[in-house]
């Protein structure tokens, strides 16, 4: 509901300060307070060397502090690319992950990612742990309880007509030549069992051109209308 304070949570290549735009647009749009998980591309490299635990650690000590003060019980978790991964883990269920159980799933009342790729690509370094999300934590697992799961996906770049975009989709899709982000393609971005959304012109980062924090007229093409103030989109902000 509008007012529940949202948590950011960033992908393996990006900073903090990348996402204060989309935080500052995410703030007008729902009236609450929007904050930033103070996860880095360092820990995201020592992830893969040490597994993923200190990352979920860093997005429980994001959701404590959105609530400390608030007098909601919940938050909105916005995962974007990896990030996304993180935040299922951090909603967890039964199986324990890293040799700890993660409940999350009592303290968040919408998961929304952002170009995440939660299909197992056929190879690279996620290519594990994207695997062990989904065999623990598989689809939009606590969706029956009321969890709100929307993942969205861009289609900015055809790899039928980009070899770069080409690659990187073969990494999800044996053939490639599909729409996609510029990273993800569409088919891999999209949970199973949880509200999709397909986003025309958007692509994975601000590196290859209008993503999905860009600005208020992006983000309000995903953004849930019951979440807004008043229900209006806000102005621009710096890409």
């Given at each position: 509901?509008?007012?529940?304070?949202?948590?950011?949570?960033?992908?393996?290549?990006?900073?903090?300060?990348?996402?204060?735009?989309?935080?500052?647009?995410?703030?007008?749009?729902?009236?609450?307070?929007?904050?930033?998980?103070?996860?880095?591309?360092?820990?995201?490299?020592?992830?893969?060397?040490?597994?993923?635990?200190?990352?979920?650690?860093?997005?429980?000590?994001?959701?404590?502090?959105?609530?400390?003060?608030?007098?909601?019980?919940?938050?909105?978790?916005?995962?974007?690319?990896?990030?996304?991964?993180?935040?299922?883990?951090?909603?967890?269920?039964?199986?324990?992950?890293?040799?700890?159980?993660?409940?999350?799933?009592?303290?968040?009342?919408a998961l929304i990612t952002l170009g995440t790729p939660h299909a197992t690509p056929a190879r690279g370094r996620l290519a594990d742990p994207i695997s062990r999300v989904n065999d623990l934590f598989p689809g939009a697992l606590h969706a029956g309880s009321g969890l709100r799961y929307l993942s969205v996906a861009g289609s900015a770049v055809d790899g039928s007509s980009s070899a770069r975009a080409r690659r990187r989709y073969e990494g999800f899709d044996e053939d490639g030549r599909t729409e996609g982000d510029g990273v993800v393609p569409v088919g891999a971005a999209l949970l199973p069992g949880s509200e999709t959304l397909v986003v025309e012109g958007l692509h994975h980062n601000r590196r290859l051109g209008r993503w999905y924090g860009s600005d208020g007229e992006a983000v309000g093409r995903w953004w849930p209308e019951e979440r807004r103030v008043g229900g209006s989109l806000v102005g621009d902000v710096r890409p």
């Amino acid at each position: 509901m509008p007012g529940e304070p949202i948590v950011i949570v960033g992908g393996a290549t990006q900073w903090p300060g990348n996402y204060r735009g989309l935080a500052d647009v995410l703030g007008e749009i729902s009236g609450s307070e929007v904050h930033v998980a103070p996860i880095t591309p360092i820990d995201w490299a020592a992830g893969y060397l040490r597994g993923f635990g200190q990352l979920v650690f860093e997005v429980a000590g994001a959701v404590d502090r959105a609530l400390l003060g608030s007098e909601a019980k919940k938050v909105v978790l916005v995962g974007h690319s990896a990030g996304g991964l993180a935040c299922r883990v951090f909603i967890g269920g039964d199986p324990p992950y890293g040799g700890r159980r993660y409940s999350g799933h009592r303290r968040v009342s919408a998961l929304i990612t952002l170009g995440t790729p939660h299909a197992t690509p056929a190879r690279g370094r996620l290519a594990d742990p994207i695997s062990r999300v989904n065999d623990l934590f598989p689809g939009a697992l606590h969706a029956g309880s009321g969890l709100r799961y929307l993942s969205v996906a861009g289609s900015a770049v055809d790899g039928s007509s980009s070899a770069r975009a080409r690659r990187r989709y073969e990494g999800f899709d044996e053939d490639g030549r599909t729409e996609g982000d510029g990273v993800v393609p569409v088919g891999a971005a999209l949970l199973p069992g949880s509200e999709t959304l397909v986003v025309e012109g958007l692509h994975h980062n601000r590196r290859l051109g209008r993503w999905y924090g860009s600005d208020g007229e992006a983000v309000g093409r995903w953004w849930p209308e019951e979440r807004r103030v008043g229900g209006s989109l806000v102005g621009d902000v710096r890409p």
